[in-house]
């Protein structure tokens, strides 16, 4: 019994304790977010009011601490970004703007702290790569609904600011957790300049070469969308430690 009550209270005392976070160390993550559009690009047609859009994202992380406190952080992920608008007049028309981007972000994160539960800070650019794009037009009132292939209307690529903080949480030995707030806004505009023979573009020359950088129906100037989205992060990491 004495043998099992001095196990016990190792174990405890192993899984409590903090470690030393310098070295490697490599996990992965989920998230869940909440997404937007800024500056709405309606191709022309009037602009709906934005609504509540969620997505969810995550991948692999792999960094390095050069001290307990300073180090790197890069990732691969599969994130989901997009806008959801409805008629401001209730007549039940509903666009959904869905896409879908490979995410790498190059982040310094500090932590701070030494015992169980670490705080931490992170902020570095982002580098996302367009995989899918679709828009829904939903007409509620009429129940019909009209999905559209959309990939050619958005920049294949777009750059911008990722940062966030939360805690890293002690659970075993080179095992940690990490939950916290995360949030990206995109310095690029994701509205497709290549110049494209679609009808549905805009080309007020007649040239048969449009764009889908639409001016906007309200002040007939055309407005760079951003992309942005906020929400948790949490996951799991294994520190490579001697």
């Given at each position: ?9 190792l ?6 304790a ?38 969810v ?39 959904k ?146």
């Amino acid at each position: 019994m004495k043998q099992l009550t001095a196990f016990i209270a190792l174990f405890l005392c192993a899984a409590t304790a903090s470690f030393a976070q310098i070295g490697a160390h490599a996990g992965i993550h989920g998230m869940f977010n909440t997404l937007w559009i800024i500056n709405q690009n309606s191709y022309g047609a009037e602009e709906y009011d934005y609504t509540l859009k969620t997505g969810v994202g995550g991948g692999l992380v792999l960094g390095y601490n050069f001290t307990d406190h300073i180090g790197l952080q890069t990732e691969l992920n599969s994130i989901k970004m997009g806008q959801n608008y409805e008629n401001s007049h209730g007549t039940g028309q509903v666009r959904k703007y869905n896409t879908s981007y490979i995410g790498i972000p190059l982040l310094l994160k500090y932590t701070s702290g030494e015992g169980t539960v670490k705080f931490y800070g992170q902020i570095g650019p982002q580098f996302n790569f367009l995989s899918n794009a679709n828009i829904e037009y939903t007409d509620t009132s009429a129940t019909t609904s009209v999905t559209i292939s959309a990939k050619d209307r958005f920049s294949k690529t777009d750059v911008g600011l990722n940062f966030g903080l939360g805690a890293n949480i002690d659970i075993l030995p080179h095992l940690y957790l990490n939950a916290g707030l995360s949030f990206y806004y995109g310095f690029t505009d994701i509205n497709s300049k290549t110049a494209t023979a679609d009808p549905l573009a805009y080309d007020p020359n007649g040239t048969g070469s449009g764009t889908w950088r639409w001016p906007s129906p309200v002040n007939h100037k055309y407005e760079a969308s951003h992309n942005g989205y906020g929400g948790l992060d949490v996951g799991i990491h294994y520190m490579f430690i001697h």
